[in-house]
């Protein structure tokens, strides 16, 4: 017998040896695997902080040109200081996946000025409106985070660009990159008559602390924060990475409710409370303990992964409230309610009573697109009525804030007449969109002119129609969902359809049912992917149209969009 045949005998009928386990690789967690980086990012980030590119774009790449530019400042540090590549003209969206970045991008820049709650006074906003004349070509956009972002910026021009901005007290620091995003505010901070509490110390200690702080410029991946005060819950908390909501504890009384691990992208996630009450004294504190526990356990080694919503996924709430608690407050948090259900619409449009008497004033800008013209004539309108603020809010509107009871009316007219509508429209209110193929280079379709041109034959469309309530319709240029897509009545992502007829053509794949907490909705909900439809350009009033019809005809009592599109079959949605 062969020496072959003699082991297969010993061995048979035994269990397989187990191979053995391959090493588990590491996720760059700090605190965990060491700081050794594991992608080009982290490389890049690790050899300079972002924050240093300011000294060479002032001393050198502002006076040698766009060609002088090192390509991990160019396609790195720059966005520690606001400042992205735009697209160049001319590329459809069919080579978006194709072509390498420098081969989509121009030599002119997007510029995200930071405004931080969203507070503007009068002449902040003439400065902006003067910058946009002078240096970006009369582009203004606000975007659904309070921002408001330049376009056809010339590096040459940023020193400028910065000298003004900070002469009035604003920044276009850690405006984008892997660091503290601007900070998504109440619009209405300070001024409500129905305020649970002001939030508004808080954002600008925080702001004045750690914005700049190089001990937080070196983030996993960009962090975003909201806080709000208001009964509307109006900073859209649910897809924030922190986000501090007010509620009134029955035994400590007005304070926030913490939730975390919250965004959207191609992965949505909805953040999680903590289940942890927290004093006013103590939002400063609970942000950098959060922000840190990020910095440190956030997952580096794969881009894809390192939000804090996958960090918070794994550990699950109770095991990150008490990391927090235990490695970076020293203290327990009290344990607190959710906050109920909001009570009023969080977008603010309309005409409302300050806490002073005085009224504040809602207002429609069509999908945030706006400029450096229209901003100075809400300026001088304002200024005719002798006002000094506005707000910007995280659904691209704008409020003027203290106006007169006498004078409610004529500002209404007047902002009117600019094409700022005050209104309860049918789409105009809650259409938002990103910034579109014109200037984004990840972008598949154009989405800010679409929407305006969507709304303007839509009105016209359903002029004879009365909706229950709004219904929000949200284009994204991409999958990236900047525009919030899965969280809208109607959400459209930007990719190439083919046509009955074979053509290639731009269009949307279409979600439907979303929505965040409001006061038509108990709590949150992603959009329905309605499968195999796909809309063109050129067919998407046609198809909002129907479907908003047959919502109209085939809900039942009281029944809202959402209700009702997660109710049908999908052929209703088709």
Known sequence: MSTQVEENKETAGKPAAKRPARPKKPNGQWKIDGREPLNKNEIDKAEDNGLNVRARIEETYSKE????????????????????????????????????????????????????????????????????????????????????????????????IWRRLESVGMQTTEACGDVPRGFLGSPVAGIAADELIDPTSAIEEITRRYIGDPSLSNLPRKYKTAI??????????????????????????????????????????FAERLGAWVHPDQVVDVWLGVTEIF??????????????????????????????????????????????????????????????????IGTTLVAGRASGTLLHQIADLAEQYGLDRIRLTPHQKILVLDVDEADVEKVVAGLDALGLSSRKDLFRRSVMACTGIEFCKLAIVETKQTAIDAVTRLEEKLADIDLPHPISLHLNGCPNSCARIQTADIGLKGQIVTTDDGEQVPGFQVHVGGGLASKDRD?????????????????????????????LDGRSEDETFSQWAHRVDEEELK
């Open 228 to 269: 709000t005060g208001h009964p509307s819950q109006d900073v859209v908390h649910e897809i924030n990475d922190c986000s501090f909501v007010a509620v009134d504890h029955p035994e400590h009384g007005i304070g926030y409710d913490l939730w975390v691990g919250g965004a959207l992208s191609v992965v949505p996630r």
């Open 295 to 360: 910095r440190d356990y956030g997952y580096r080694r794969l881009r894809n992964k390192a939000r804090m919503k996958f960090l918070l996924a794994d550990w699950g709430p109770e095991k990150l409230r008490d990391v927090l608690e235990t490695e970076y407050l020293g203290y327990l948090l009290a344990d607190g309610p959710p906050p109920p259900k909001p009570a009023v619409a969080g977008d603010h449009v309309g005409i409302h009573q300050q806490k002073d008497g005085k009224y504040y």
């Open 523 to 551: 709590e949150a909900g992603l959009g329905r992917t309605v499968r195999g439809l796909k809309v063109t350009v050129d067919g998407l009033e046609e198809y909002v149209e129907k479907i908003v019809r047959r919502f």
């Open 65 to 160: 040109g766009f060609a002088s530019i090192a390509e991990a400042d160019l396609h790195g540090r720059f966005r520690w200081w606001g400042l992205y590549t735009q697209r160049k003209p001319g590329i459809d969206g069919g080579r978006t996946a194709k072509l390498e970045p420098h081969e989509l991008e121009d030599e002119y820049f997007m510029m995200r000025i930071r405004t931080d709650g969203g507070k503007l006074s009068l002449e902040q906003l003439r400065t902006i409106a003067q910058i946009s004349n002078d240096f970006a070509r009369g582009s203004a956009d606000l975007t659904d985070r309070q921002n408001i972002q330049l376009h056809w910026v010339e590096i040459e021009n940023v020193p400028e």
